[in-house]
């Protein structure tokens, strides 16, 4: 790891689905039409949360999604677009640092 500052190269977008089968097809359309490098899925998150005026609860799966910061808004809209939730998690996290050739691979990955 390297302390090289690059918020305006990488961003990370974390988004939760409710099954591997949404976190498979989500990955492979934000991968295949080269708006991610790579899509991470971390399967049996628990998560709680208020809808509809209850509090819920659900098992998904989080996806961890590494982009070129000028991709995101493409990309959020993509992913907002192909979501099975009404209102999906979508937030798009600054890269403050990271090693040069992993970021520069992202850049690449994602023609940022």
């Not at 977008?13 to 991610?36: C, F, H, K, M, Q």
Request: aromatic share 4%; proline share 7%.
């Amino acid at each position: 790891m390297t302390d090289s500052a690059a918020p305006d190269v990488a961003v990370v977008v974390l988004s939760t689905v409710p099954d591997a089968a949404a976190g498979e097809r989500l990955a492979r359309i934000l991968v295949g039409e080269r708006l991610a490098a790579c899509v991470s899925r971390v399967p049996g998150v628990k998560s709680l949360f208020h809808w509809d005026g209850k509090v819920e609860e659900a098992t998904e799966e989080l996806l961890v999604v590494k982009t070129h910061a000028a991709r995101a808004p493409e990309l959020t809209r993509r992913l907002a677009e192909a979501h099975p939730y009404d209102v999906p998690e979508i937030l798009v996290l600054p890269v403050a640092a990271g090693l040069p050739g992993y970021l520069d691979w992202v850049r690449r990955e994602t023609g940022g």
